[in-house]
């Protein structure tokens, strides 16, 4: 889902990108009859710009290892997930931001 180890961790999901890159190598190689796909999610509210360019380079590599596919998300929380609560705290905070700068400016 991302390039990026430090977002990978935040989202709880653990992920071995040298073997993604040896997968996708063998398959091309192997089994020239399975197609491959990566999917990415970016846009997650933690994600810095650092973290989206790992990830663009990382798809580079996929992409140079033989990889077919690659589907980019932007990611959309569950209604009254975590990622939901955090996203809407972060948005309110930002709101609120603006209105004091925008009253401050008037």
């Known amino acids: ?7 990978m ?4 999901k653990k992920f071995d990108y040298s073997h993604g890159l040896n997968f996708v190598r063998n398959c091309k ?18 994600e810095k710009f650092k973290d989206f360019i790992l ?8 992409t140079l290892n ?3 596919e690659i589907a980019v998300f932007i ?3 569950f209604s009254l997930a975590s ?3 955090f996203t809407l705290f972060c948005f309110t ?12 400016l008037a």
Request: proline residues 3%; hydrophobic residues 35%; aromatic residues 12%.
């Open 9 to 12: 961790k935040i989202i709880g």
């Open 66 to 68: 033989g990889l077919d």
């Open 55 to 62: 990830t663009f380079f990382y798809m580079i590599r996929l």
């Open 93 to 104: 905070r930002s709101q609120k931001i603006t209105q004091t700068l925008q009253a401050k």
């Open 29 to 46: 190689h192997n089994f020239k009859s399975i197609r491959t796909q990566a999917c990415f999610v970016i846009g997650h509210p933690k």
């Open 75 to 77: 990611i959309s929380p």
């Open 1 to 7: 889902e991302s390039g990026s180890k430090k977002l």
């Open 83 to 85: 990622l939901w609560y």
